[in-house]
């Protein structure tokens, strides 16, 4: 049985990797197309820079965070005047986990959005259809597999983050101590070797889960774009 702190944890993890990918979904996506289908002056920069916090480590990403968007930030000093703050708070931690998850998702988005045919798109567009029709009756559907999978590796990926949490959100019980900081956490403190053994086990099957959620959803998206059952 988990105990009240590591059930608090366990919850607060989910909530953060929920709203985190809920939030990037949207500009996940536009940059994934943007990359796919826009060719221009400086693309491998911008392409860098979006996968930029897969080679960085977490703290470096952490501390970037904490000097963008903390009360004296670029962004932050203006997000205070309307008393949005996002360092020590779960909505900064969600801002973390985002960040680190969000190349995962354009990558695999991106992917897909490249494997489609443009000969369908442009078909499309010679029966009439605008682009924006275009993009959510063709190019969405058809890129649904690679959707699917970029969202359930970035809810795997933010739902492990540390580094970057630790340092933009700190280590508040309740608070900001997701799954991954209360385990830190455990194995910290002497006598709860077993407690961290629970998260740890918790930390590999929720992954597990999400890896192969993913396969299957994009498995049974594929299958239905070809008129077949799953």
């Known amino acids: 049985m988990l105990s009240a702190l590591e059930w608090e944890a366990l919850s607060l993890s989910l909530k953060v990797a929920c709203v985190a990918v809920g939030f990037s979904l949207i500009p996940g996506f536009a940059a994934a197309w943007w990359l796919a289908r826009r060719e221009f002056r400086g ?6 820079l979006l996968h930029l916090p897969l080679v960085l480590p977490p ?5 970037l965070l904490l000097v963008t968007f903390g009360r004296n930030g670029v962004i932050g000093q203006w997000l205070a005047k309307i008393d949005i703050v996002l360092p020590f708070t779960w909505q900064g931690a969600a801002v973390a986990a985002a ?5 995962l998702m354009v990558r695999a988005m991106r992917l897909s959005l490249e494997a489609i045919d443009p000969g369908l798109e442009a078909a499309a567009r010679t029966l009439g259809a605008n682009p924006l029709r275009v993009l959510f009756t063709v190019t969405m559907p058809l890129a649904l597999p690679g959707i699917l999978t970029g969202g359930m ?10 580094g970057a949490t630790i340092t933009f959100a700190a ?3 309740g608070e900001t101590r997701t799954l991954p900081l209360a385990l830190y956490t455990l194995i910290q403190t002497p006598g709860e070797e077993g407690a ?6 918790i930390a590999v099957v929720i992954a597990m889960l999400s890896l192969l959620s993913s396969e299957w ?3 049974r998206a ?6 077949r059952d799953a």
Do not use: H, Q, T
């Open 196 to 201: 961290a053994a629970r998260l740890c086990l």
């Open 153 to 162: 590796l970035a809810f795997a990926r933010a739902l492990s983050e540390f």
């Open 222 to 227: 594929r299958l239905r774009m070809e008129g």
């Open 217 to 219: 959803l994009a498995r």
């Open 59 to 63: 703290v470096v990403v952490g501390y």
């Open 99 to 103: 960040v680190m998850a969000f190349p």
């Open 171 to 173: 280590n508040i019980p």
């Open 43 to 48: 693309k491998a920069l911008v392409d860098g």
